[in-house]
């Protein structure tokens, strides 16, 4: 007897299968012509947060090859990063020991005295690290 596609006894978990962004056909689309050859691409420092988040959790990623491959993109010609100074102060917070979003907070409010939060334990690490300005309410 066979079973109709998608019918109640074709019931199954699907968890979506992610891999990791292959560098190679970055390569390969910029030789075809591809996304970099129509200008410059802009990365907004929300979007660098999201990509982190999502190699890290939805790819499994660990932390220092995400960090690494951030780097990498970062390096690419005709990638311009929003905020450059605060992106690559927060990859170095986050390989010392800070969440990359707590630490891309913290770099973006380098121009005032202090950042204020009610994340105690962001308060407890950056003490621990030594990072300057981070208050706790």
């Known amino acids: 007897m ?42 907004a420092k929300t979007v660098v947060l999201e990509t982190e988040w999502v190699l890290r959790y939805a790819y499994g990623l660990a932390a220092e090859q995400v960090t690494a491959a951030l780097r990498k993109l970062f390096g690419v010609p005709g990638v311009a990063l929003e905020d450059a100074a605060a992106v690559s102060e927060a990859l170095v917070r986050h390989e010392q020991g800070l969440d990359f979003a707590d630490a891309l907070h913290v770099a973006s409010s380098r121009k005032t005295d202090r950042f204020v939060t009610i994340d105690r334990d962001l308060v407890k690490r950056a003490k621990k690290l030594h990072v300057d300005g981070v208050v706790g309410v």
């Open 2 to 43: 066979q079973r109709e596609q998608g019918g109640p006894d074709d019931v199954r978990r699907h968890q979506p299968r992610r891999a990791p962004p292959d560098r190679r056909r970055l390569g390969a689309d910029r030789e075809r012509g591809g996304l970099f050859d129509k200008g410059d691409i802009f990365l």
